[in-house]
């Protein structure tokens, strides 16, 4: 019994070396754009974290992105120097040897002090923004949602000027979870200002589940938390959900250009289990109504 575990465990091993080795992934259709990566949900340190982490080095031998968002729950569990190391350090060794950034958000389960990492590029704030190429990105503590962090999001938004603007954070305002679902609270606070002056899209995690929502007043949202923790089963589909994926980890790769933004969610296998394209819509796109009870 016990050898025909061994022989089943070097089995699946070697299908998901097959795997890595073999990607189902489309290269950059513009050489100019702006390319990145999407992870969420990250910190286990366990198997499933490294067997994501080694596929999404292996994309970039086809899909060469230049930086990673993090979409928060960084680290589960303990803390240490040894857990920073385990859980973050070593997976992602050959994209921090390559000097590939990740910028970190907050997630639930994590320790506020982790915007005191420098590999998470926070600058010791638990809010801030940075601009890549034609995308302004404005990255939110959704465990804490004080007045002075949206008056904080309502200037930066404001003085803006970039062709893309694009927010990220842990609790997605939309989401077809069984477990969690829409945070709406949240989205009321947020969905005003994100309408008002014209965010085009959001990134979350939480939701251990790679999901795509229809687009909301304009706005296209996604989760991607499922990178090293896995709910199967969870979306509950309906009329939110536009593409999903729960069967398994994933991660995001994401090509932007002046006018286009492109997508590809990847499995721990090395599958391409969503994709898709739009066009930078309006800018502003509408006047913020009331917020929505869905």
Known sequence: ML????????????????????????APADPASTRFAVIGDTGTGDKYENDVAQVLIKSREVFPF??????????????????????????????????IPFYATLGNH???????????????ERYYTFTKGPIRFFV?????????????LERELQTST????????????????????SEIDLRQQLEPLFLKYGVDVVFAGHEHFYERIKPQKGIHY?????????REG?????????????????????EVSVETFR?????RLGQRVDEGTFALGPEPKQSAPAASNQ
């Open 3 to 26: 050898m025909r575990r061994l022989v089943l465990l070097a089995m699946l091993c070697a299908a998901v070396t097959v795997a890595a080795a073999k990607l189902a992934i489309q």
């Open 263 to 267: 997508f590809q969610t990847i499995s």
């Open 234 to 254: 969870d979306v509950k589909r309906g009329e939110l959900t536009a593409a999903a994926f729960d069967i398994d980890r994933s991660f995001m790769l994401v």
């Open 66 to 99: 230049t930086f990673v968002i993090m979409m928060g729950d960084n680290l589960y569990g303990s803390e240490r120097p040894q857990d920073y190391v385990n859980k973050f350090e070593k997976p992602y060794k050959a994209l921090l040897d390559a000097n």
């Open 222 to 230: 996604f989760t991607s938390g499922g990178a090293a923790k896995l």
């Open 162 to 181: 970039d062709k893309w603007k694009m927010a990220y954070f842990h609790h997605p305002l939309y989401s077809s979870g069984g477990r969690h679902g």
């Open 110 to 124: 994590d320790d506020p002090n982790q915007r005191l990492y420098k590999p998470f590029n926070m600058n010791g």
């Open 140 to 152: 939110l503590d959704s465990n804490y949602m004080d007045t002075r962090q949206v008056s904080w």
